[in-house]
């Protein structure tokens, strides 16, 4: 049974930093693509950030590019993702994902999706 499970969300002024982490189990992490999605109350999931199997490829939206890093260490089954200079409009719930496809921000192409954490960035 693939599980993934995010951790580290919570509640910063803007402009403050987080780092969330997706421990992943039941599948061969380092054989998927994974993926950083987001969700705000009212609007459709959207992609963040996506990074290729082994870790050497990046891609992310651009309104997180430049503030957000992606990264993964295949040895512990897990996924990162830095956020910086944080803004209120990144408030949301942060989902990570398994894929096939490598770079993908479409929500189709993920395979396998953990239960979230919140971000919640005050002004």
């Known amino acids: 049974q693939v599980q993934l499970v995010e951790s580290g969300g919570g509640s910063v002024q803007a402009g403050g930093s987080l780092r969330l982490s997706c421990t992943a189990s039941?599948?061969?992490?380092?054989?998927?693509?994974m993926g950083w999605f987001r969700q705000a109350p009212g609007k459709e999931r959207e992609g963040v950030s996506c990074?290729?199997?082994?870790?050497?490829?990046?891609y992310y939206a651009k309104s997180v590019k430049g503030r957000f890093t992606i990264s993964r260490d295949n040895a512990k089954n897990t996924l990162y993702l830095q956020l910086n200079s944080l803004k209120p409009e990144d408030t949301a719930m942060y989902y990570c994902a398994a894929g096939p496809f490598f770079p993908s921000l479409s929500t189709s192409q993920y395979n396998y999706w953990g239960q979230g954490t919140q971000v919640t960035v005050s002004s």
């Open positions: 039941g599948l061969t992490f380092d054989s998927y693509a």
């Open positions: 990074i290729r199997w082994s870790g050497g490829s990046t």
